[in-house]
């Protein structure tokens, strides 16, 4: 097994700084050594923060061919991440990605081809597969522990969308860079079954005034799966009491639940009532999931085995975006066989 990795961090706004920091300061295994963003400040202030000596670049591709980075951590926005996975990986780097990898299937293959010509790793961030309570679900799903899956449930509520944020996102986020998660997650606790049809509706119940420039904030979305298990994926921009992302999976012999929405166990017993704390921020509610994909990824790079979670994986929740995009303008369910772009 090699030494410890050498990481190029790309992109270093909200996710990435956290990512960098867990490169330089939690995961034992990995050294932080550049750091590259179009704002030459915010690669500067994370460098100085947590790893002085570490290389600032605004151009990416500089980074992809410094001969010090081994390995890179992409956590651009969503547009730019196929074509820096081919360039990392024509380079000779090993790739982490953010989700979504691609927006076309045809990006996806190309993604995925170019890591397996050029041997290195892909993982991509479906942090929820690290946390405890989803991988402890996950666990019992496979051994057995709940008979055959016949019903699933995913959802993620974020604690809050203002207006102008809301006005700056992108169409169909809720679906490619939110509901893409719960995509994977399903997926995930269903092992080995495929999803055949899509059926989604969505809206913009928070920020309506945004609706014509193809903005969406709350949608649900059935699935059917080949095994004949149904599920339903639901997402929403404004949950005011905090971070709320669960799974839960009923079965022939039993049911299996993830995700929590306290933060802790404790209970603030009152006159107004009874109180409880929540997390408010995905770094605070994955916090060590995060933690956990980076230090899986570090190992796989470090031994030469192929991540847990890949480029196909990221295909697979992608299709299942694309179905919905499509059947949200249809009104119509969607056959996967049928998405073919």
């Known amino acids: 097994m090699s030494a410890s990795v050498a990481v190029g961090l790309i992109g270093a706004g909200w996710i990435g700084r956290f990512h960098g920091e867990s490169v330089a300061l939690r995961v034992p295994v990995t050294r932080l050594v550049a750091v590259a963003d ?3 400040d915010a690669a500067a202030s994370l460098i100085e923060r947590v790893s002085p000596g570490a290389r600032a670049y605004t151009d990416a591709l500089k980074l992809i061919a410094d001969p010090n980075v081994e390995a890179v951590l992409i956590s651009t926005p969503a547009p730019t991440h196929t074509d820096l996975v081919v360039a990392a990986a024509e380079a000779g780097k090993h790739v982490f990605c953010e989700k979504p990898m691609a927006l076309t299937l045809e990006d996806a293959d190309r993604a995925i081809s170019a890591c397996a010509t050029n ?54 986020t809720i679906f490619n860079e939110t509901l893409i998660h719960d995509f994977d997650a399903l997926l995930w ?35 059917r799966f080949d095994n004949g298990a149904l599920a339903s994926a639901e997402a929403n921009f404004q949950a005011t009491y905090g971070y709320d992302v669960r799974g839960e999976v009923f079965g022939s012999g039993g049911m299996v639940s993830a995700g929590e929405v306290t933060r802790t ?77």
């Open 119 to 172: 041997n290195v790793a892909l993982q991509v961030g479906f942090n929820r597969r690290f946390a405890a309570d989803f991988a402890a679900a996950h666990e019992v799903i496979t051994a057995g522990g709940i008979g055959t899956p016949q019903l699933l449930r995913s959802l993620t509520r974020d604690p809050g969308i203002t207006a102008d944020v809301a006005a700056r996102v992108k169409p169909w």
């Open 189 to 223: 606790l269903n092992p080995g079954a495929r999803v055949v049809e899509v059926f989604a509706q969505a809206d913009a119940l928070i920020h309506p005034q945004y609706k014509e420039e193809g903005y969406l904030d709350t949608s649900m979305v059935q699935l």
């Open 38 to 40: 179009p704002a030459p």
């Open 265 to 341: 166990a404790m209970r603030h017993y009152s006159s107004p009532g009874v109180l409880a704390d929540t997390p408010r921020v995905n770094i605070e509610l994955f916090h060590d999931a995060y933690v956990a994909q980076l230090e899986h990824f570090a190992d796989c790079v470090r031994s030469g085995t192929a991540p847990s979670v890949g480029g196909l994986d990221a295909r697979n929740a992608l299709k299942i975006s694309l179905a919905a995009k499509e059947s949200v303008e249809t009104g119509l369910p969607v056959s996967l066989l049928s998405v073919s772009r």
